[in-house]
C-alpha cells in the first residue's frame, strides 16, 4: 500500500504524562483520530518493532492514506522509533509531519514549517539526528514559556491551569485544519493559515 507520509505526535507515556504540555502531539493524534472514526477509516497496525503505537488512517481531508503515530520511547528519544518507521516504509524524510509543543509561541497559537533548529526540543534534536537532516514538517503547538528559564523541565512537564489548558485544546483543533490545508494545497497555504487561524478563534 502506498502511503502519503507519516504524521507522528510526540509526548511521553503514561498516565503520569497525559494533559502535560509536552504531550501536545499525543493529544494532537488522540484528536485526528477521533475525526477519522467519525468520517473516515482508521485501523491500527501492530507498532511494537518501531517502539509506537501505529494506526492507518484514511480521511477525505488528507486526500489519501498516511501513516499516524505516538512513539513510546518517551520524548528524548523519539527519532529511534521515527527513523526506522520511515525506512520500513521506504518514507523520505520530507513525507513526515511532526506535531510537538513550542515553548517560543503563546498559549492558543500555532505554526507550521518544514525544516530548521530544534530550539531545545529534544524530540525534535532526536528525530534530526537519527534522519540525519532537520527537513521535515513541523506543526507546532504553543505552551509558552515559564519566567524563569530553570522552570522549562517542570513547566513542560507540568499540567496548565484550566484557562490555558483549554487555549491549547483549541490550538490543536485549529491544527487539525492547518494539517487539512497542508494536504490539499501545500505547505505555504498551510504556513499562513497557522499564522491567522489562532487570530480568528478570538473574533
Given at each position: 500500500?502506498?502511503?502519503?507520509?507519516?504524521?507522528?505526535?510526540?509526548?511521553?507515556?503514561?498516565?503520569?504524562?497525559?494533559?502535560?504540555?509536552?504531550?501536545?502531539?499525543?493529544?494532537?493524534?488522540?484528536?485526528?483520530?477521533?475525526?477519522?472514526?467519525?468520517?473516515?477509516?482508521?485501523?491500527?497496525?501492530?507498532?511494537?518493532?518501531?517502539?509506537?503505537?501505529?494506526?492507518?488512517?484514511?480521511?477525505?481531508?488528507?486526500?489519501?492514506?498516511?501513516?499516524?503515530?505516538?512513539?513510546?520511547?518517551?520524548?528524548?528519544?523519539?527519532?529511534?522509533?521515527?527513523?526506522?518507521?520511515?525506512?520500513?516504509?521506504?518514507?523520505?524524510?520530507?513525507?513526515?509531519?511532526?506535531?510537538?509543543?513550542?515553548?517560543?509561541?503563546?498559549?492558543?497559537?500555532?505554526?507550521?514549517?518544514?525544516?530548521?533548529?530544534?530550539?531545545?526540543?529534544?524530540?525534535?534534536?532526536?528525530?534530526?539526528?537519527?534522519?540525519?537532516?532537520?527537513?521535515?514538517?513541523?506543526?507546532?503547538?504553543?505552551?509558552?514559556?515559564?519566567?524563569?528559564?530553570?522552570?522549562?523541565?517542570?513547566?513542560?512537564?507540568?499540567?496548565?491551569?484550566?484557562?490555558?489548558?483549554?487555549?491549547?485544546?483549541?490550538?490543536?483543533?485549529?491544527?487539525?485544519?492547518?494539517?487539512?490545508?497542508?494536504?490539499?494545497?501545500?505547505?505555504?497555504k498551510a504556513v499562513h493559515a497557522a499564522k491567522h487561524l489562532d487570530k480568528n478563534q478570538t473574533t
Amino acid at each position: 500500500m502506498e502511503y502519503k507520509g507519516i504524521i507522528a505526535g510526540l509526548g511521553n507515556p503514561g498516565s503520569k504524562y497525559e494533559g502535560t504540555r509536552h504531550n501536545c502531539g499525543f493529544a494532537f493524534v488522540t484528536d485526528l483520530l477521533a475525526v477519522a472514526r467519525n468520517t473516515g477509516d482508521v485501523e491500527q497496525l501492530a507498532g511494537s518493532k518501531f517502539s509506537c503505537e501505529l494506526w492507518r488512517v484514511r480521511l477525505p481531508q488528507l486526500h489519501g492514506c498516511w501513516l499516524v503515530t505516538r512513539p513510546q520511547t518517551f520524548m528524548n528519544l523519539s527519532g529511534l522509533s521515527i527513523q526506522p518507521l520511515l525506512a520500513w516504509y521506504k518514507l523520505r524524510p520530507d513525507n513526515l509531519l511532526v506535531a510537538h509543543d513550542e515553548l517560543d509561541i503563546p498559549p492558543g497559537e500555532l505554526r507550521f514549517k518544514m525544516g530548521g533548529g530544534n530550539a531545545g526540543h529534544n524530540g525534535l534534536k532526536s528525530i534530526t539526528e537519527q534522519l540525519g537532516t532537520p527537513n521535515f514538517y513541523r506543526l507546532r503547538i504553543g505552551i509558552g514559556r515559564p519566567q524563569y528559564k530553570e522552570d522549562i523541565i517542570h513547566w513542560v512537564l507540568g499540567h496548565p491551569d484550566t484557562i490555558t489548558a483549554q487555549k491549547i485544546s483549541e490550538a490543536r483543533s485549529q491544527a487539525l485544519e492547518v494539517l487539512f490545508i497542508f494536504a490539499d494545497q501545500g505547505l505555504e497555504k498551510a504556513v499562513h493559515a497557522a499564522k491567522h487561524l489562532d487570530k480568528n478563534q478570538t473574533t
